[in-house]
């Protein structure tokens, strides 16, 4: 199979990041698949605009689907108060709803290249990268290590222990958002290392995308995130 | 697979029973040479490379797999020796010219212990579609009884007391470079064109036997 164009931008639908239905009573609140900020393509050669393209309105919008279905389930569940059916409902949310967290903030941790993707970090977390880790260097050889010993599916995580007020790196497996390491841990930069991820342009070999994914890190964003909650 | 395989202290990538491009149009050629030449390949290798030198080296595979479960509290070398059986049970689940529905004692048992074949059909393709992130979905015996279980990563049946009879490996890499995303379409051809019902026929064989 091939997928012909992929310069064209990513969906125009979807503007909103939430929406509202009403049910019963009252209304939860549902969500959308998020624009991507560059097109399909601008991360190439790191990442294949094909594997972006499906990874986004495929993967992505699947698990923002089943986590609106499963809100919906749970809203009737609480307001039929059958415990059961909430308990049960735990693992749905937990998969889908922590696939849409994760992915939301993977899409904002890429840039393309002339935008600033693969530009080291400046100012305050550069130096706490530095304390941590030795060098940017270090966090990377560390990150892209763990990364490439997930078993089965996962992330891996540079966080902000916010309480302890450290960086650290930890992993979480299949849609596990990093929060479920530790309460008081702040996603910086997630690297998505589910085979979807990498697998229609790296095959196995996952320490290659491990290897190229760096060149499109958007560290702005994640010294906007450790300068926030550094204040 | 067949007991006396159990026995192999050489840790042997075995290839599958048919040429890489035998299961074409359903599984292309393309995905054996990367499912089965480096995903396969790794997993033997690694193996071999990790049990050297300890007590488990020259073990069998099924007693390594055994022995490094821990409960669910897995042993490092748990991943590449069940990865290793998983996927040789995997191969010889699968034939060309396969799928479709059983006939005789399978069918009987089938139509005993899940109703109907399409009930049987609906339970693994559930299983196999909602395994959420990798792992595998079998049809396997306990008890005098066939049963469908998922399980994740790299666990199978035989740390969980019953006997496997067939499965689709639902790990990502399996399917994604002929069907992408398309999890379900997967399922479905593995069911529809490839399936051994003469594999799962003869293991059934092998676990009544071992449970007389």
Redesign the interface.
């Given at each position: 199979?091939a997928i012909r164009s992929v310069a064209s931008r990513r969906t125009l639908a979807g503007l909103k990041e939430t929406s509202s239905r009403l049910l019963g009573s009252r209304s939860i609140q549902t969500f959308t698949l998020p624009d991507l900020p560059y097109d399909y393509s601008a991360l190439e050669p790191a990442i294949s605009g094909e594997i972006m393209q499906?990874h986004h309105q495929?993967?992505h919008q699947?698990y923002v689907t089943n986590y609106n279905n499963a809100l919906e389930q749970l809203d009737q569940a609480v307001n039929k108060g059958d415990a059961s059916a909430v308990v049960k409902l735990q693992?749905a949310i937990k998969?889908n709803g922590g696939g849409h967290v994760n992915h939301s903030i993977f899409w904002k941790n890429l840039a393309p290249v002339k935008e600033g993707g693969g530009e080291p970090p400046k100012g305050s977390l550069g130096g706490a990268i530095d304390t941590s880790f030795g060098s940017l260097e270090g966090l990377v050889k560390k990150m892209s290590a763990e990364g490439a010993a997930v078993?089965?599916?996962?992330w891996v995580w540079l966080g902000l222990d916010k309480e302890l007020k450290k960086l650290v790196v930890d992993t979480t497996?299949?849609?596990d958002p990093l929060v479920t390491k530790g309460g008081s841990l702040v996603p910086l930069v997630g690297i998505d290392v589910?085979?979807?991820a990498y697998?229609?342009q790296y095959?196995?070999v996952r320490p290659d995308y491990l290897k190229n994914v760096w060149k499109v890190i958007n560290w702005k964003y994640a010294s906007e995130v450790y300068e926030k909650e550094c204040k | 697979m067949a007991a006396s395989a159990a026995v192999t202290a050489n840790y042997v990538l075995k290839p599958p029973p048919y040429p890489l491009d035998a299961l074409e149009p359903h599984m292309s050629k393309q995905t054996l040479e990367?499912h089965w030449g480096?995903?396969h390949r790794?997993y033997v290798d690694n193996l071999k490379k990790q049990v050297l030198g300890s007590e488990l080296e020259g073990k069998a595979l099924e007693h390594i797999i055994q022995n490094t479960y821990n409960n669910g509290d897995l042993l490092p070398p748990f991943?590449n020796a069940a990865q290793a059986w998983n996927h040789e049970f995997f191969w010889e689940s699968m034939k060309p010219g396969g799928g479709g529905k059983p006939s005789g004692e399978l069918l009987a048992l089938l139509e005993r212990d899940f109703t109907s074949y399409e009930k049987f059909y609906d339970e693994f393709n559930a299983a196999a579609a909602t395994q959420?992130?990798?792992?595998w979905a079998w049809l396997a015996y306990a008890d005098n009884k066939l049963k469908v279980v998922k399980t994740?990563?790299?666990v199978n049946p035989l740390v969980l007391g019953s006997f496997p009879l067939l499965t689709i490996d639902v790990?990502?890499?399996a399917y994604?470079?002929d069907f992408?995303?398309r999890r379900p379409d997967y399922i479905k051809t593995f069911m529809n064109n490839l399936v051994s019902w003469e594999a799962v026929s003869s293991r059934l064989e092998a676990a009544k036997a071992a449970s007389a």
């Open positions: 199979m499906i495929k993967h699947a693992s998969f078993q089965g599916s996962g497996a299949n849609q589910w085979e979807h697998y229609l095959k196995n | 990367f480096k995903h790794a991943n959420f992130g990798a792992g994740p990563n790299a790990w990502e890499h994604y470079l992408q995303n």
